[in-house]
C-alpha cells in the first residue's frame, strides 16, 4: 500500500514541483530520459506524487541520466510495453508475470518495502468487505450470489487474491457471482459499495486505511470479511500475503543501467528524507514470486489461460485426504517459518546500519557478473564475490581479512594499492590493467574502483574487476601478425622471419614450445627445423625424417594434409616411435598444422608443443590455423625473390631470350620468348625490340635504360610490358651489351621473366600490411597516412577537410544471434555502401570491428560551408546505411551513430582528430543512435540553425508570405 500522510501533501507538491523544473531546464540537453512506468492502482495524480521524488533519487546516483515517470492504467501499461515506449516497469506481480510472459521483461531487478504504520513490510494482500450494514453477509460462503465490485480481473490485490481465496471456499467466480468491473483507481470500488451499487468490493491491503487517513471514508462503516489472524502484518486482510511490487527493466535495456539502478533502490531505505515523502521503507533483492505464478495458474489467468490436463481441483476430488494432512503440515510449516521470520525481523531491527549497508552491498554484488571486492583503504578485502572461484587469487571465503599483498604479487597488489588511492581521492579508477595467477592460468583483469563513504566511518571501496583476457590475447595477435607482415615487406630473411613467427607465438602463450620443419625438394622428408626453445638433441633426431602415418604428429600432418591433435603423447598411436624421445624432451602433447603453399602442395608443418597433457580450445585451433598461413605466405614470398634471383643467374639458357643489332632491330628469339609474349620468331625478326612497351612506363623511364646501358654495358630491373593479346604483364628484364674486339658495341642481349605471380604476392603481401582484408578498405595504418598527407595539404592551401567516425548501432547482436559469418556480410555491404556515398578522392577505412572513418578532403576553406558540405555527406551516409540488407536469408535493419571532427590548419594531431570524432560518435550514440553529431557544439548549434532557415524559407515561399518592397532594375549594360 502506497502510504502517505496528508501533511507530508505539500512537501510532495513542492518536490514535484522541482523535479519538474529541472527536468524542464535540462530538457534541452539531455539524451532521451529513461522513462519509468508506474501501475496507477490509485488516481494518476496521487501516484505521480508519491513516485516522483523517486527520480531525484535516481539522478543523483546517476548524474549522467535523466529520469521520467509516469503513471498508467492497466491497459495503458500493457500498450506502452507492448510499444516500447518505456525503459523500466514497476507494476503488481500478476501484471508483472503476465509482461515478463509476452514481452520479455527482465527478471526483477528489485522488490518493494512498503511503510504500513510504521512498519516495513515486502508483503501485501487483499481485502475483501461489505458495509458493516450488510448483515446477509459475514462469511466467504455469503459472497455467492451478490454483487461484487473491482477494478479490473487482471489486478492481483484488487481481483485475483480474492477470487483465488473464494475458489478455495468453493465459490467461482464470475460465474457465481454479478462482477462489476470499475477500472482503476480502487477508491471506485469503495464507492460503489458506499453508494450500494455492489454488495461486496474487492481491493489491496492498504487502500482502506489510506482513505481513512485522508478523510475520505469512516472506517466503522465498513465490514472485512475473512479477516486473517497476521500480527506481524499491519493492515487488515483477506487473503494470504504475496510479495510486493517488482521493479524490472526492458529488454532493450543496457545492463550496467539496470544494475546502477537497482543498486540505487537498494540504497534508498538510506535516504529517509525520500522515502518518507514516498511512504515507503525502501527495496530490497527480488523475492520468490512463485506463489504468484502458482495463483495465476490456479484461475488461469494471463498468462496461463490454456487448461492444463488436469487441475488442482482434479487433485483435490481425488487425494482429499492426502492433501489435508499435506496442508496441516504445511500449515505448521509455515507457522514455524513465520516465528522464524518473526525473530529474525526483530534481530535485523537491532542490528546497526552497519549490517543493513553490508546487506545492500551483497545484494548489489549477487547481482554483478564479474568478480567484486570490498577493500578498505589498507587493500584489506571485506566482501568477495565471484561468479566461479577460478577467476580469483584464492578462495573466496579464504580472502576475507587478508591484504591485497598477502595474495597478490607485489606488482598486481601495488597495482590494486594504487587504483585505490585514485578513487580515495577523485572517488573513482577505471583503466588499470594487471595479470594475476588464477587456477584457469595466467588471466588479465581491468580493475573499476568506486569510493564508498558512510558518515562517521572510514571509506569503503567497491571494486570491479573484469576479466580481459580475451581482448588482450587478440590484441597480442594482432601487433605479432602486423610485425611479421612487415618483416615480410622489409624483406627480412627466410629463417629470421620465420624464427619471428615461432617466438611471437611462444610470447603469446608462455607455456607453449613451437616449431616449423619443412619438407625436402623430393616432399618425402622433415628438415631445416626452426625450433630454438626445443632441445638441440631433439631437433637433430627429428631432421630428416621420412614422414607416413604414425611418425609424430608432424610427420602425419605432413603426410595426411590434416591437422593432428595429440593430447597425450605418452599413449597415442601416432608417437610409439617417439614417445622416449618426446618424454626425454619433457614433452607430453603435440598439436601440428600443414603448412600449404597456395597450389595446395604441402609445404611443411607448424607444431605446438605443450610440457603437461592438454587439448586446444577454438581459439587454439584458430590459431595455429592463422600461424600456418602465416609461414605459408613467408616461405612462398621468399622462393617467388629465390626465383627471381636465379633467373636473373640463367637467362641466357633458361628464359626468355632475345638478341637485337646495335640498332635494337630484333635478330633472334627463343622459344620461351615466344611462350611468355605470345609472338612467333616470324612476327618480331627485324623488328624494332620496343615493339613489346605497354606505355606504363615514360620515355624518360627508357632514355635513363639506355644511358646506364651505354655507360656500364648491362643493365637489369623491372618492366611493363604488352603480350600479342594486349595483355600487360611484369617482367624482369636483363640486357647486356655485346662488343667486339675493338670495344664496339655489335649486338644487345636481353633475357626476360614474367614474374606476374611474384608481383601477385609482393601486391598480397602489400594489401596485408594496409588493407582490411574482409572489405578491402584501407586500414588504421593506411588511414593514419593519408590524413597525415590530407593535414599537410590542408595546412598549405587552406582547404577544410573532416573525419568521419562510423560505428554500428547493436552490432554485437546480431552477431550473438545470427554469427559471425552474418555479421562479417553485412559489414562487407556497409563498405560498399560508404564507397558510393563519397567522392572519388575520399578515403573509407575500417579500423576493426564495427567502426569505420570516412575521411573528407578539399572542403571549403570556410568552416561553417564545410561543415555544410559534412552534414550532406553524413545525412547520405545515414540514408544508406538505413535501407535493409539481405544477408544470405536474412533481411536485417542496421543504424549507424556518426561523429564529426573538421579540420583545417589549427594543427591537430591524427590522434587528436581520431579521438574528437570517436567522442561525437559516442555524442551522437547518447543522443539516442543512428544520428551525427560535430565535435564541436557551436558548430552543431550553427548547422542546425542554418538548416532550420532553410526549411522556413521553403515553407513561406510555398505559401507566398514574402511581400515585394524593392526591387533593383539594370539595363543589358
Not at 351 to 364: F, I, R
Not at 733 to 753: C, M, P, R, W
Request: charged fraction near 20%.
Amino acid at each position: 500500500m502506497m502510504n502517505s500522510q496528508q501533511s507530508r501533501w505539500p512537501l510532495v507538491v513542492i518536490l514535484a514541483c522541482v523535479v519538474a523544473m529541472a527536468l524542464s531546464s535540462l530538457a534541452a540537453n539531455a539524451a532521451d530520459p529513461i522513462k519509468i512506468g508506474v501501475l496507477a492502482f490509485r488516481s494518476k495524480s496521487q501516484t505521480l506524487a508519491q513516485w516522483q521524488p523517486l527520480v531525484i533519487v535516481l539522478k543523483q546516483a546517476m548524474p549522467e541520466k535523466d529520469f521520467t515517470i509516469e503513471a498508467f492504467t492497466l491497459p495503458e501499461l500493457d500498450a506502452a510495453v507492448a510499444s516500447r515506449q518505456l525503459d523500466f516497469v514497476f507494476t503488481n506481480p500478476a501484471h508483472y508475470i503476465k509482461l515478463n510472459r509476452q514481452s520479455g521483461l527482465s527478471a526483477p531487478l528489485a522488490t518493494l518495502i512498503m511503510n504500513e504504520r510504521g512498519l516495513p513490510t515486502s508483503v501485501f494482500g487483499g481485502v475483501i468487505f461489505s458495509l458493516a450494514s450488510q448483515k446477509s453477509i459475514s462469511t466467504l460462503t455469503d459472497v455467492k450470489g451478490k454483487t461484487i465490485a473491482a477494478v479490473s480481473n487482471d489486478s492481483l490485490g484488487g481481483y485475483q487474491m480474492e477470487t483465488y481465496a473464494l475458489k478455495q471456499a468453493n465459490i467461482h467466480l464470475p460465474k457465481d457471482a454479478v462482477m462489476m468491473l470499475t477500472a482503476m483507481p480502487q477508491d471506485n470500488v469503495v464507492q460503489a459499495v458506499l453508494t450500494g451499487r455492489a454488495d461486496v468490493g474487492f481491493v489491496r491491503t492498504g487502500v482502506l486505511e489510506a482513505l481513512a487517513r485522508e478523510g475520505q471514508l469512516d472506517i466503522t462503516k465498513i465490514k472485512i470479511i475473512n479477516q486473517q489472524n497476521l500480527p506481524h502484518f499491519p493492515v487488515v486482510a483477506s487473503t494470504r500475503l504475496y510479495p510486493e511490487w517488482p521493479l524490472a527493466a526492458m529488454s532493450h535495456v543496457n545492463e550496467d543501467v539496470s544494475r546502477h539502478v537497482a543498486a540505487a533502490l537498494f540504497l534508498l531505505e538510506e535516504n529517509t528524507n525520500a522515502t518518507a515523502v514516498m511512504g515507503i521503507h525502501g527495496f530490497t533483492v527480488p523475492a520468490d514470486y512463485t506463489p504468484v505464478i502458482d495463483l495465476l495458474r490456479a484461475l488461469r489467468a494471463p498468462p496461463f489461460e490454456s487448461a492444463p490436463t488436469f487441475t488442482l481441483y482434479d487433485v483435490w476430488l481425488r487425494y482429499q485426504w492426502q492433501v489435508i494432512i499435506g496442508f496441516m503440515a504445511i500449515a505448521l510449516i509455515l507457522l514455524l517459518s513465520f516465528r522464524l521470520q518473526s525473530i529474525r525481523r526483530r534481530l535485523q531491527l537491532e542490528h546497526g546500519a552497519m549490517q543493513e549497508s553490508e546487506a545492500n552491498l551483497k545484494a548489489v554484488f549477487d547481482a554483478m557478473p564479474d568478480a567484486l571486492f570490498e577493500l578498505d583503504l589498507d587493500g584489506r578485502y571485506h566482501a568477495v564475490k565471484s561468479p566461479k572461484d577460478s577467476l580469483l587469487a584464492a578462495p573466496q571465503k579464504a580472502l576475507i581479512g587478508k591484504t591485497v599483498q598477502d595474495v597478490l604479487s607485489q606488482q598486481s597488489a601495488t597495482m590494486v594499492m594504487a587504483a585505490l588511492q585514485e578513487a580515495n581521492e577523485t572517488g573513482h579508477s577505471q583503466g588499470k590493467q594487471l595479470q594475476l595467477a588464477v587456477p584457469l592460468g595466467l588471466r588479465w583483469f581491468e580493475l573499476s574502483v568506486a569510493k564508498k563513504t558512510i558518515d562517521g566511518q572510514l571509506p569503503r571501496f567497491i571494486v570491479l574487476s573484469r576479466d580481459i583476457t580475451e581482448r588482450k590475447r587478440a590484441e597480442a595477435y594482432e601487433k605479432f601478425r602486423t610485425h611479421i607482415l612487415e618483416l615480410l615487406v622489409a624483406g627480412e630473411a627466410l629463417r629470421k622471419l620465420l624464427e619471428s613467427v615461432v617466438l611471437g607465438v611462444e610470447a603469446l602463450n608462455p607455456t607453449t614450445l613451437c616449431s616449423i620443419l619443412l619438407l625436402d625438394a623430393e616432399g618425402k622428408r622433415l628438415s631445416d627445423a626452426i625450433a630454438p626453445s626445443l632441445p638441440d638433441f631433439y631437433n637433430t633426431a627429428i631432421n630428416g625424417v621420412e614422414i607416413g602415418l604414425s611418425v609424430g604428429s608432424c610427420g602425419t600432418a605432413a603426410f595426411t594434409g590434416e591437422t593432428v591433435i595429440v593430447e597425450d603423447i605418452a599413449t597415442h598411436p601416432y608417437w610409439v616411435a617417439y614417445s622416449a624421445l618426446a618424454n626425454r624432451a619433457g614433452l607430453q602433447a603435440c598439436w601440428s598444422q600443414p603448412v600449404f603453399a597456395s597450389t595446395g602442395r604441402v609445404l611443411g608443418t607448424f607444431a605446438i608443443y605443450y610440457r603437461e597433457k592438454a587439448a586446444p580450445t577454438p581459439a587454439d585451433l584458430a590459431l595455429i590455423e592463422q600461424c600456418a598461413q602465416l609461414v605459408s605466405l613467408a616461405i612462398e614470398r621468399k622462393q617467388a625473390e629465390n626465383n627471381i634471383k636465379i633467373a636473373a643467374t640463367t637467362f641466357d639458357s633458361q628464359e626468355s631470350l632475345m638478341v637485337t643489332d646495335v640498332n635494337r632491330v630484333i635478330l633472334r628469339v627463343n622459344q620461351s620468348f615466344s611462350n611468355i609474349t605470345g609472338y612467333s620468331a616470324e612476327e618480331v625478326i627485324g623488328q624494332p625490340s620496343n615493339m613489346f612497351r605497354s606505355g606504363r612506363q615514360d620515355e624518360g623511364f627508357y632514355k635513363a635504360m639506355w644511358e646506364n646501358i651505354n655507360r656500364n654495358g648491362s643493365w637489369q630491373g623491372e618492366v611493363w610490358n604488352r603480350r600479342k593479346n594486349g595483355e600487360v604483364y611484369p617482367g624482369y628484364l636483363s640486357i647486356s651489351a655485346v662488343k667486339n674486339e675493338q670495344g664496339f658495341v655489335t649486338n644487345y642481349v636481353s633475357t626476360l621473366s614474367d614474374i606476374t605471380e611474384s608481383k601477385a604476392a609482393a601486391d598480397e603481401i602489400q594489401s596485408l600490411a594496409f588493407y582490411d582484408p574482409l572489405t578491402g578498405l584501407p586500414n588504421r595504418r593506411l588511414l593514419l597516412d593519408r590524413l597525415n598527407q590530407a593535414l599537410v595539404v590542408s595546412a598549405r592551401s587552406s582547404k577544410g577537410g573532416a573525419l568521419l567516425f562510423l560505428d554500428l548501432d547493436h552490432f554485437k547482436t546480431l552477431n550473438d544471434t545470427l554469427g559471425h559469418d552474418i555479421g562479417d556480410k553485412l559489414l562487407q555491404e556497409v563498405a560498399n555502401r560508404l564507397l558510393a556515398c563519397v567522392r572519388e578522392g575520399d578515403t573509407v577505412a575500417r579500423l576493426g570491428g564495427d567502426e569505420f572513418v570516412v575521411m573528407l578532403e578539399d572542403l571549403s576553406e570556410k568552416s561553417i560551408e564545410a561543415a555544410t558540405q559534412v552534414e550532406h555527406i553524413g545525412h547520405k551516409i545515414l540514408t544508406a546505411l538505413n535501407q535493409p540488407y539481405q544477408l544470405d536469408i536474412h533481411e536485417h535493419h542496421s543504424t549507424p551513430s556518426i561523429g564529426i571532427a573538421l579540420f583545417s590548419d589549427h594543427g591537430e594531431t591524427q590522434e587528436e582528430l581520431l579521438k574528437h570524432a570517436d567522442i561525437a560518435m559516442y555524442q551522437a550514440k547518447k543522443a539516442g543512435r543512428n544520428t551525427l553529431r560535430f565535435f564541436d557544439p557551436q558548430m552543431q548549434t550553427t548547422i542546425n540553425n542554418r538548416a532550420n532557415l532553410e526549411g522556413e524559407l521553403r515553407k513561406a515561399l510555398e505559401r507566398e508570405q514574402f511581400q515585394l518592397y524593392y526591387q533593383i532594375q539594370v539595363d543589358d549594360n
